[in-house]
């Protein structure tokens, strides 16, 4: 009679396995991590910060994450958000610093106004607009544009309705 040796099936490390591996240096562990969350995580930086500076901070992130990993809490939720966090700091920082921002308003909207006094109150209005807009904190100017990195719910609300009402102000609407 011969004993048939049943190989377990392998799981994958869990999220705190997986990252107290990291914090003790294992470069494999976090290829793990990279496989699983790159992609996802440069997706929403094109989202938050646009293409040309993605893949930096993304990058960024990741490196962020390697040298924090010993600080990781899984009982305060999934590597996933830990990195969303991340990620949506460094955002709103590369935002801060950015020059400011361009919005693709034309002064000359609309351009069937019927007289130059028309034309003249649209690019004044079209300039308050912007102004108004770089005026306005990184995350409620992410939450106007709709790239405030998947933030839902009340705090995205929260967001939206003082970025609305901030406008409003600076537009004279209030």
Not at 26 to 34: G, K, T, V
Not at 39 to 68: I, K
Not at 75 to 85: F, N, P, Q, T
Not at 104 to 112: E, Q, R
């Amino acid at each position: 009679m011969s004993a048939s040796l049943a190989v377990p099936p392998c799981r994958p490390p869990s999220e705190a396995h997986l990252m107290h591996r990291i914090a003790a240096g294992d470069e494999s562990a976090f290829a793990l991590l990279m496989r699983r969350h790159a992609a996802r995580l440069a997706r929403r930086m094109r989202a938050m910060v646009g293409a040309a500076y993605a893949e930096d901070l993304t990058q960024e992130t990741l490196l962020r994450a390697w040298c924090a990993a010993g600080r990781f809490d899984a009982a305060k939720g999934s590597i996933g958000a830990w990195l969303d966090r991340i990620a949506r700091n460094l955002a709103i920082d590369h935002l801060r610093r950015a020059a400011p921002m361009a919005l693709p308003l034309d002064p000359a909207w609309p351009s069937a106004a019927p007289d130059a006094l028309a034309r003249l109150a649209a690019r004044e209005q079209a300039a308050r607009l912007r102004q108004g807009m770089r005026s306005l904190p990184a995350t409620q100017r992410l939450a106007l544009l709709g790239q405030d990195g998947g933030a839902g719910g009340r705090a995205h609300e929260g967001r939206l309705y003082r970025a609305r009402i901030a406008l409003r102000v600076l537009m004279g609407e209030v």
